[in-house]
């Protein structure tokens, strides 16, 4: 089973393998999983616009919107809008109309390069067009492909300015960070191409009203796929933005999740969704501005479910404004490309309401300028950030080591805050029964312990698996630990050599989260891990989830009296380990072994650098006990200094194993 299928086809097979009190294989337990996705992208989806029932409360909801969806965007705060340094590198005279070679900085060392196109005969200030182009490979830059937009504009009395995209411009950067190349920190830093693709276009706004050609009052925006995306994001955020047309870019999360589209898509087209939001949260900030949905019903890109419910889910807002003649949606029978139809669509809806002008559309005949001829750099500017924005767009700061415990306890309070609210607000709000599974097993290790084969549910349609293991003595409770297992470690169902020393002293359940043993390649994760940014997660966090479960699982699902209870992680895993004990006070002890230093190299939390890193959510256990079975990162040294402020030192330790870390000579 892919990510998804149809909706009707996941319902039903919802209901047939719906989890209950058996064991599932990996197979099921994935597809089950797959399944809860679509149900979370669906319950996002279906939540806008909710109770909005008047103007007045659309109003009232603007501004937080607006902050939310900036925010997703990686654009709260703004950057500041520094000089732009625009050049005129060249002029190409074409008779009715002419064409400038632009170039400006969006920011210092970010390159924007485009083509201006300008009537000849039509005195100004002129209506304009920003158009943003799709993604088109070449050295020239994107807007190249699409020029024959610019030139239809200036033939027609519009000033127009295509601009190139970060990932196909003359100066490129990167857009499949998560896609293709394993960027799993951008999600972390909340970075997505998105992001400075809308600044760009924020900033060509301001360059074109420094044109005296320029009629400030009227500023349309267009564009196809990447650009129409941006289109979405740019007028949603930039007011001067006074009409747009949006082509093949129109998706929910409900639908791409459904539909398995996700994996089709490039970074830029998507927010990574912290506030549970959908596209149509992004329209509303458009409304009550004339906008135009245009779409292709063979796109598999943009499923044709998705775009027609954002239109049903925008259209009561602009009613609200009174405003319905302002949205439009239309599609036309064809695969994903730049076609006549949807040009036409486009103008003349541009037409309508910057020139007030109902004249049918008339391509006429273009002639194509040789891609070499547009080009506006002869040479790769010195100093260009472009190759490497997406690491520097996003401000993350290094924690600081607190001074004091008093600070500290602060800082430490404004940390959970932080991450509840901005990495784990996808979180249940309510707690689903475990309907558990539980067989004593024959095998090897009941040498040591009692063995048992659990399962249990920590969402609904999210199984995880793990081993209990009870010691056989008679005393009432028992000191309990939790060995939550990574991709890593799975290999063979039993293979448990750490633990031998332990089995029979403590209550150990070894845990395995969503997602460590699905059967999943290289393709399936990162499409996997895409699907959970867009539902406002990451497979880590959902994995902390797990792991807070299996807490309540031992205490109140077994009923287990527990003196004690540590979580043992290895390498990456350490991330949902340390969260989950940072959230959860009844660990009284975390065991890390060869954890991560930062993650900037480590798993994804949704924001997590924009105001903390790994070490910092470690001393959040504090003064609880934390054990490095061997070196911890040097970037610890935050840790050392809060548990000197607890005056608790001795309780961050190295030890050599976990029978060691874990002190079972002592007896309990």
């Known amino acids: 089973m892919t990510v998804a299928r149809s909706l009707t086809a996941v319902c039903l097979a919802s209901t047939s393998l719906l989890a209950q009190a058996r064991s599932h294989s990996p197979a099921e337990r994935f597809d089950l999983f797959q399944q809860y996705l679509v149900r979370r992208a669906a319950e996002i989806t279906r939540s806008f616009p909710g109770d909005i029932q008047t103007l007045d409360q659309c109003k009232r909801i603007r501004p937080r919107l607006r902050q939310q969806v900036l925010y997703m965007l990686g654009l709260d705060p703004m950057p500041a809008k520094t000089p732009l340094e625009a050049r005129i590198t060249g002029k190409l005279d074409r008779g009715s109309y002419s064409i400038e070679k632009v170039v400006f900085q969006s920011m ?134 006074q009409v747009a047309a949006s082509a093949c870019a129109t998706w929910t999360v409900e639908h791409h999740t459904a539909l398995d589209a996700v994996h089709e898509n490039c970074d830029c087209i998507y927010f990574h969704n912290t506030f549970l939001a959908d596209l149509p949260v992004v329209g509303a900030l458009i409304a009550p501005r004339p906008l135009k949905i245009i779409s292709a019903r063979r796109d598999p890109s943009f499923p044709s479910a998705g775009y027609r419910e954002v239109y049903r889910r925008l259209r009561p807002i602009y009613e609200f404004y009174g405003a319905g003649d302002r949205i439009v949606e239309y599609d036309h ?201 867009l539902v406002g997660a990451t497979l880590e966090s959902m994995q902390t989830w797990d792991i807070l479960r299996a807490v309540d699982f031992l205490m109140e699902g077994e009923r287990l009296a527990l003196s004690s209870l540590s979580v043992y992680a290895r390498k990456d895993m350490a991330v949902p380990a340390l969260c989950a004990a940072a959230l959860d006070s009844r660990i009284s002890a975390v065991i890390l072994d060869d954890p991560p230093a930062s993650h900037w190299q480590g798993p994804a939390l949704l924001n997590v650098l924009r105001f903390t890193d790994m070490p910092e959510v470690a001393a959040a256990i504090a003064p609880r006990e934390l054990v490095s079975l061997g070196r911890m990162p040097d970037d610890y040294r935050l840790v050392e200094s809060v548990y000197g402020l607890y005056k608790t030192k001795q309780r961050m330790r190295r030890a050599h194993a976990l029978a060691d870390a874990l002190k079972v000579w002592e007896g309990h």
Not at 140 to 146: C, I, P, Q
Request: hydrophobic share 35%; glycine share 8%.
């Open 108 to 241: 210092p060392g970010l390159y924007v390069t485009g083509n201006l196109y300008l009537p000849k005969v039509t005195p100004g200030p002129l209506p304009t067009v920003l158009y943003l182009c799709g993604h088109s490979p070449g050295p020239w830059g994107a807007k190249v492909d699409y020029q024959h937009h610019g030139i239809w504009f200036a033939r027609n009395g519009y000033v127009a300015l295509l601009i190139d995209t970060i990932e196909f411009g003359e100066v490129p950067g990167v857009h499949h960070g998560t896609h293709d190349l394993e960027m799993w920190d951008w999600l972390s830093q909340g970075y997505t191409p998105a992001g400075p693709e809308t600044w760009n276009a924020i900033r060509a706004v301001d360059y074109l009203e420094t044109r005296p050609e320029v009629d400030r009052s009227r500023i349309a925006v267009t564009g196809i796929s990447g650009g129409g995306a941006i289109t979405w994001y740019a007028a949603a955020v930039d007011e001067r933005l």
């Open 333 to 533: 029978d064809a695969p994903h490309a730049d076609l006549l139809p949807f040009r036409k669509e486009a103008n003349e809806w541009i037409n309508r309401w910057l020139k007030k002008d109902g004249t049918p559309f008339e391509e006429g005949d273009i002639k194509r300028e040789a891609p070499e001829i547009l080009q506006v750099l002869d040479r790769y500017p010195p100093g260009a950030v472009n190759g490497y924005v997406h690491r520097i767009f996003i401000s993350c700061p290094r924690p600081r080591i607190p001074k004091t415990l008093e600070e500290w306890k602060t800082r430490r309070a404004a940390l959970i805050a932080e991450l509840k609210d901005k990495s784990f607000r996808a979180f249940p709000r309510e707690k689903v029964p475990f309907d558990a599974w539980k067989r004593e097993s024959q095998e090897w290790t009941a040498r040591y312990a009692r063995p048992f084969d659990v399962e249990f549910s920590t969402e609904a349609n999210v199984r995880v698996t793990g081993h209990l293991y009870l010691p056989r003595d008679e005393n009432p409770s028992h000191p309990g630990l939790i060995y939550v297992k990574g991709r890593q470690d799975v290999v063979y169902p039993i293979d448990y050599d750490p633990l031998l020393p332990v089995l029979g002293t403590h209550v150990v359940l070894t845990l395995q989260p969503r997602a460590v043993d699905y059967p999943m390649d290289n393709y399936k994760t990162a499409t996997i891990k895409r699907t959970a940014a």
